[in-house]
């Protein structure tokens, strides 16, 4: 009698495949299935969901902690999970995980990021996706706290999938996990201030800067709820439109 095949689990970020934290999500990822970690060779953090196009991409394969087989790609988040879907894997993933990233990803923060963007990618494409991250941005931070939430996680959408067009939006503080608090994205923005300098050849260049800023009074959002400890789970999509102004228009001939 053959042994049931093991769920393949896809393993991307945008800190690069060399960050503690891809190494720390594909530690959990381990114990449901198979794991093929495939990641930007460098940081790509705040690309969103660019893709390339204009130049060729490279794949070089790794061997990761001497434990996981992983490949290097010279592009975005985006284009990794891509070309995992497309050439790069023998058999379709049953589950695409992206992170574990270093600095919040909650509030406007998921539309910057790199690392929703590669579980974006992987709803896209058809399969059930998580994107996980720390608030905590030092490199050494402690991410017990994120795997153990990723751990229940993965196990929930292992068992019962997602919605089509669905993304699970993770977010955990550093440190031992207090407890996992469905939330939707905050009301936010950044202000951002630039510092205008010049080069050695007498050539305007800025350095862009700025501050985080809360809009939202209820506090049922991620943002909240991760300034009170809990990690914060939110349901995202990439459908934009705006329904019920769109049901709205309808009305109006233009």
Request: hydrophobic share 35%; net charge negative.
């Amino acid at each position: 009698m053959t042994k049931p095949r093991k769920p393949l689990i896809l393993v991307c970020n945008d800190d690069g495949i060399f960050s503690q934290g891809i190494k720390a999500l594909a530690e959990i990822a381990d114990e449901f299935g198979d794991v093929a970690i495939i990641a930007p060779d460098r940081q790509q953090s705040a690309v969103g969901h660019a893709i390339t196009v204009s130049t060729p991409l490279r794949a070089r394969p790794f061997r990761i902690d001497g434990r996981f087989d992983g490949q290097a790609v010279s592009g975005t988040p985006a284009d990794s999970v891509k070309l995992a879907h497309n050439q790069l894997l023998d058999r379709k993933p049953d589950l695409v995980v992206s992170g574990i990233n270093h600095g919040s990803n909650a509030g406007i923060n998921i539309l910057y990021s790199g690392t929703v963007s590669a579980a974006t990618e992987g709803t896209i494409l058809g399969y059930p996706s998580i994107a996980v991250s720390c608030t905590d941005f030092d490199e050494d931070a402690d991410l017990s706290g994120c795997q153990d939430a990723a751990r229940k996680v993965i196990g929930y959408v292992l068992n019962h999938g997602l919605p089509r067009g669905v993304t699970l939006n993770l977010n955990a503080p550093s440190g031992p996990l207090k407890g996992i608090k469905w939330a939707r994205q905050a009301n936010s923005r950044y202000v951002e201030e630039f510092e205008g300098r010049v080069d050695p050849h007498n050539r305007n260049y800025y350095w862009m800067t700025g501050k985080f800023q809360l809009l939202d009074e209820d506090e049922k959002n991620d943002i909240s709820m991760l300034e009170k400890g809990y990690a914060s789970l939110t349901p995202i999509q990439y459908d934009l439109t705006a329904y019920s102004l769109l049901n709205d228009l309808r009305e109006i001939e233009l």
